[in-house]
């Protein structure tokens, strides 16, 4: 079976976001993989181990990406692709991404693209659904389980906490939610072996694209933090006494219930 | 310059979803004294058209077909696409849910279009309205516009006030027919898993527990008081990686972002990923044994205690609250 998935390199989920001259800042941050790109990497890496096949994962961004497409290798991808767009671009939005990754993925005959079903930056969860559009095959998001017996399909979806049981088949591209699986650690073995695994660079010339096709539809104004929250009040007194005055702050002060 | 503006319907269990309404005030916005028109997508949904028009909708088109009873990304697409065609309108308004984002992509994808997810505030009209929607899962917000083409928005639950009810307003109501086919997924079943029946994203009070709640058993309190608020329960990461819930109620920066009226975080030490989820929630109460726990920092009200001494407290007053007033 031949496996794609797209990852995305984030912030550490531990980061605090500091702005300054309108951007925000990256020096000194650590960068992880997009957790719910983990989750499609250990299910790709599953897929693979149960049908044959090979897993490669595809990232678009700058050099720095490669240490979380050697990290993707060490948990048992098979080949990893980074598209540079560092030279050529100025600004991604989520229709020059998915169309520069359906311009990579479309003469892959790909049976299976796995990604996260949104990434925790930027959380707009559109590049999976586009990409599949862009390739004509169909797709299912949010899966938290996935079976594959030949072509035919049988997948568990969360809606908004309910389960759907869904019925497709490949050719597909499913984006993955937590609970998928547990996403394993790169073993130092793996780590090892990630070194000499294949990782192609491509430029968007490569893929012959033009600028201009991929210029964004979606501008970004400004980037703001959220006002400060205050510390608020920590209720003193005989506990039962602290409970009757909290219903009646909220009653009657903030006025929530 | 007045627009044009779709707003997809949401339906479930046989009902608008308040989502709904919320994405018609904020066509509004973007219409800038425009038409805003409905659309209503299912087997049988034109009973529901008059209440889009009560709460601001000029007017309403439905497609009415039986593959269109379950929610599939082909089959809505084909029929809102058909909508589109019909009325070529200058923005498109959807809620942020889990049809709003599984459906949005694929239709900005056909109308090559940008799409500007989880706006959770609007700021100007018409031409020059601006969109601010959470990044990093509101540790950070961004302004942004659709640079040209159509200006598509999904619309992030219980953040737009939507229109007052009108009942004396009206509007025409019409259908369009399209054959829907090839739907290459099947919906076999639904599995009902949320406990209160409450969507977490919707709801307007969430009773939330950590590794404070010690079990599974722990979060039957929360679950009564939830109920009785009629709220949900979400947990945080440490509470699901514990086995003591499932993972979709995990609130946090991996999970989902939720921002009711009423947050109650139980036994939650207040990680900042947690705090990521939740922070932007109108007022937060914070319980727990620790005086020192992070999320006393965002909370507007805490109470140092056990959680099973307090929640029992908390239902027992909130019914007598109840019974008085």
Redesign the interface.
């Known amino acids: 079976m031949n496996i794609f998935v797209l990852v995305k390199r984030t912030?550490d989920?531990?980061e605090?976001?500091v702005?300054a001259n309108g951007t925000?800042q990256e020096d000194g941050a650590e960068f992880i993989i997009n957790?719910?790109d983990e989750y499609a990497i250990e299910e790709a890496i599953q897929v693979r181990d149960a049908q044959g096949g090979k897993v490669t994962v595809v990232t678009i961004g700058g050099e720095d990406a490669e240490k979380q497409l050697r990290t993707a290798l060490a948990m048992g991808a098979d080949e990893a692709v980074l598209i540079n767009t560092e030279d050529d671009l100025d600004e991604l939005?989520?229709?020059s991404t998915?169309t520069i990754l359906a311009e990579y993925l479309k003469d892959k005959e790909a049976d299976l693209i796995l990604a996260g079903n949104v990434a925790?930056?930027?959380?707009?969860?559109?590049?999976?659904?586009?990409v599949?559009?862009?390739l004509g095959i169909?797709?299912?998001?949010?899966i938290?389980d996935l079976e594959i017996e030949g072509t035919n399909v049988k997948i568990v979806r969360?809606?908004?906490?309910?389960?759907?049981?869904?019925?497709?088949?490949l050719p597909l591209l499913v984006t993955a939610?937590?609970?998928l699986n547990e996403p394993r650690y790169p073993s130092l073995p793996g780590i090892m072996k990630a070194k000499k695994k294949p990782l192609a660079e491509l430029e968007l010339d490569d893929l012959d694209i033009d600028e201009d096709d991929v210029e964004?539809?979606?501008?970004?104004?400004?980037?703001?933090?959220?006002p400060q929250?205050a510390?608020?009040?920590?209720?003193e007194g005989e506990?039962?006494q602290?409970?009757?005055e909290?219903?009646n702050?909220?009653?009657s002060e903030?006025k929530?219930? | 310059m007045a627009n044009k503006v779709l707003v997809l319907g949401e339906v479930r269990d046989g009902v608008l979803r308040n989502v709904t309404f919320e994405a018609i005030a904020a066509a509004k916005q973007i219409a800038d004294g425009g038409e805003v028109v409905g659309v209503l997508l299912g087997d049988s949904v034109a009973a529901l058209a008059s209440e889009l028009i009560t709460y601001g909708a000029n007017r309403v088109v439905t497609v009415e077909h039986p593959h269109l009873k379950s929610y599939t990304s082909d089959g809505y697409s084909q029929a809102f696409l058909a909508v589109y065609e019909q009325e070529k309108p200058e923005g498109i308004v959807i809620g942020h849910t889990s049809l709003g984002k599984d459906l949005s992509p694929k239709l900005a994808s056909r109308l090559q279009s940008g799409l500007i997810s989880d706006v959770t505030e609007i700021e100007g009209a018409g031409d020059n309205a601006v969109f601010i929607r959470p990044i990093y899962s509101g540790k950070a917000f961004e302004k942004v516009k659709i640079k040209d083409g159509v200006v598509f928005v999904t619309i992030r639950p219980n953040n737009i006030k939507p229109l007052d009810k009108n009942a004396s307003l009206t509007g025409d109501v019409s259908s369009v027919s399209v054959d829907v086919q090839n739907l290459r997924t099947i919906i076999k079943e639904v599995v009902r898993k949320a406990s209160t029946g409450v969507d977490l994203s919707e709801a307007k009070v969430v009773v939330s527990g950590g590794r404070g709640v010690k079990s599974a058993e722990g979060f039957e309190p929360l679950k009564e008081l939830a109920n009785l608020l009629g709220g949900a329960v979400g947990a945080s990461r440490g509470a699901c990686d514990a086995d003591y819930c499932d993972y979709s109620l995990q609130i946090g920066q991996t999970g989902k972002v939720v921002t009711p009226d009423l947050y109650i975080a139980a036994g939650i030490s207040g990680a900042i990923q947690h705090l990521a989820g939740m922070s932007n929630s109108k007022v937060i109460v914070a319980i727990n044994k620790d005086p020192d726990a992070n999320i006393f920092k965002v909370a507007d009200y805490g109470i140092v205690g056990d959680l099973f001494e307090v929640i029992p407290m908390l239902i027992e007053e909130f019914k007598a609250l109840k019974v008085n007033s």
């Open positions: 912030f989920t531990e605090k976001i702005i925000i957790p719910y939005d989520q229709y998915a925790i930056d930027g959380g707009t969860g559109q590049v999976g659904p586009r599949a559009d862009l169909n797709y299912v998001t949010t938290t969360d809606i908004e906490g309910d389960s759907e049981i869904i019925e497709t088949s939610q937590q609970g964004i539809k979606v501008e970004t104004i400004e980037i703001f933090l959220p929250k510390a608020g009040r920590v209720l506990l039962s602290q409970v009757k909290l219903v702050l909220l009653h903030a929530v219930v």
